[in-house]
């Protein structure tokens, strides 16, 4: 049985969970404190010498880290990823765009908010990465307007990766009432089959 090394408040870590789960997948749950440090120990360092979750173990000799990565690995040869070269480049072309331009201006607010990092000298800091965060949801935005979904026209690991933390930038101060392609794509997939909230444990 595959292992999951995850902290349930992990957007990251979600996108893994998310997709084992659509796809039927039984994994074991290794729950990690990232507050307490416990991936900077010793002995997760020997699982991931990088010290981050999730990180997806498939055979004692053999693990993965990195989110979408894993999620890539997981889709392959199912209807998560396409089978067209082009497709399959849009898909990595959106979980780029979800790694460089999304994540770190739209998880990051709410990391600091929801675990107490936020410090009056965060302010302009904060202010920045809300407007770099709203100008990545601009792009969503955009590009959803008449789609239902990222690429393709199907549900893919490209909606899974941007999905993750878009459905909780709410908690990092994103107001996403002026998103209405946004909201109807969030609805959309929140109603796929297999979906589970962000706190699911198996």
Request: contains cysteine.
């Amino acid at each position: 049985m595959m292992r999951l090394y995850d902290f349930l408040d992990s957007g990251n870590g979600y996108k893994v969970r998310l997709l084992l789960n659509q796809l039927g997948r039984t994994f074991e749950l290794v729950l990690m404190d990232i507050d307490r440090g416990e991936t900077r120990t010793e002995a997760f360092l020997r699982i991931n010498p990088n010290g981050r979750i999730p990180v997806l173990e498939i055979s004692p000799e053999r693990r993965l880290s990195e989110s979408n990565a894993i999620l890539f690995y997981l889709a392959e040869g199912t209807p998560f990823l396409p089978e067209g070269a082009f497709e399959r480049a849009q898909v990595l072309q959106w979980m780029n765009f979800e790694q460089y331009s999304h994540e770190p201006n739209v998880a990051t607010p709410r990391y600091w908010i929801r675990h107490g990092l936020m410090k009056e000298d965060k302010a302009p800091l904060l202010e920045q990465k809300r407007k770099q965060g709203y100008a990545a949801l601009d792009v969503m935005e955009g590009h959803l307007s008449g789609k239902n979904f990222l690429v393709a026209g199907q549900y893919t690991i490209a909606d899974i990766c941007l999905y993750a933390y878009t459905h909780v930038a709410e908690e990092g101060g994103f107001d996403l009432s002026a998103y209405p392609a946004l909201e109807i794509w969030l609805e959309r997939i929140r109603n796929h089959p297999g979906h589970v909230p962000i706190t699911w444990q198996p």
